[in-house]
T-cell receptor, first 114, second 115 residues
Framework: DVKVTQSSRYLVKRTGEKVFLECVQD?????MFWYRQDPGLGLRLIYF???????EKGDIPEGYSVSREKKERFSLILESASTNQTSMYLC?????????????FGPGTRLTVL | AQSVTQLDSQVPVFEEAPVELRCNYS??????LFWYVQYPNQGLQLLLK??????LVKGINGFEAEFNKSQTSFHLRKPSVHISDTAEYFC?????????????FGKGTLLTVNP
């Protein structure tokens, strides 16, 4: 089975802190994604990566950056956390065959910024 | 650009009743359609997908969906729901070709099954 793991299920940080969310997949997928999920807004794409060191902005990249140094690992970075970044963060991965790819999701990290 | 509209944000039903969760999409290219389920405090899990071929797609847990190109719809159905089907359901659309690896998700429908 494909497995996508995220470093923390719950995280509490203070305003202004630098926050790292880590995601690891074990299926050799080229594509990896970071979403945030908020009630009534569904899933919104923050960033995605289609290869090591390659990234593209999604729909809401402001306030976030990403890093992909190894194929299996995709990190989301909040340079200076703010309260409006309190949310559920979901990581996903897929094979690179166009839009017909099933995305496999991790369990999510619920981040609270105080 | 693609978009997905889930017409109901919440759907309450009684156990053993049938249910339909509605999804409409818009896209200028060929589409691939997905339904995902999210149980409380978990990530998303694929229920079913339409890539090509038969327009009636069967998925896990007794769910099925029908692709209707003329109505640009992909509604999810189950003939008899269980308490354990209580979850949030997301419809998603993927495009064809190029570098479009992305899925566009709807805002979700919360299905609550009551005893």
């Amino acid at each position: 089975d494909v497995k996508v793991t995220q470093s923390s299920r719950y995280l509490v940080k203070r305003t202004g802190e630098k926050v790292f969310l880590e995601c690891v997949q074990d299926m050799d997928h080229e594509n990896m994604f970071w979403y945030r999920q908020d009630p009534g807004l569904g899933l919104r794409l923050i960033y995605f990566s289609y290869d090591v060191k390659m990234k593209e902005k999604g729909d809401i990249p402001e306030g976030y950056s990403v890093s992909r140094e190894k194929k299996e690992r995709f990190s989301l970075i909040l340079e200076s956390a703010s309260t409006n970044q309190t949310s559920m963060y979901l990581c996903a991965s897929s094979f690179p065959s166009g839009g017909n790819n099933e995305q496999f999701f991790g369990p999510g990290t619920r981040l609270t910024v105080l | 650009a693609q978009s997905v509209t889930q017409l109901d944000s919440q759907v309450p039903v009684f156990e053993e009743a049938p249910v339909e969760l509605r999804c409409n999409y818009s896209s200028s290219v060929s589409v691939y359609l997905f339904w995902y389920v999210q149980y409380p405090n978990q990530g998303l899990q694929l229920l079913l997908k339409y890539l090509s071929g038969s327009t009636l797609v069967k998925g896990i847990n007794g769910f099925e969906a029908e692709f209707n190109k003329s109505q640009t719809s992909f509604h999810l159905r189950k003939p008899s729901v269980h308490i354990s089907d209580t979850a949030e359901y997301f419809c998603a659309v993927g495009g064809d070709g190029g570098s479009n690896y992305k899925l566009t998700f709807g805002k979700g429908t919360l299905l609550t099954v009551n005893p």
